[in-house]
């Protein structure tokens, strides 16, 4: 018996979201409009609520790939 738990990898999971989500914040003071695209795609793949998280951020959406 043993190992983590559903519920701790659930918490796990949310965290390293949140850091990944905060590292793309840090990155888009300096993007150009292309990687800009790029980390909306990035975030779109990592998470479902992604189009809030883009919309806050001020990422367009005028290309998805």
Known sequence: MGGISNRMKEIK???HRKQKVAKFAL???KATQSERL???TKLRKMTAGAEVLIARMG????KRG
């Not at 990422?59 to 005028?62: C, G, P, T, V």
């Open 13 to 15: 999971r949310r965290r």
């Open 27 to 29: 990155k888009l003071k």
């Open 38 to 40: 790029v980390i909306a």
């Open 59 to 62: 990422l367009d959406d005028r």
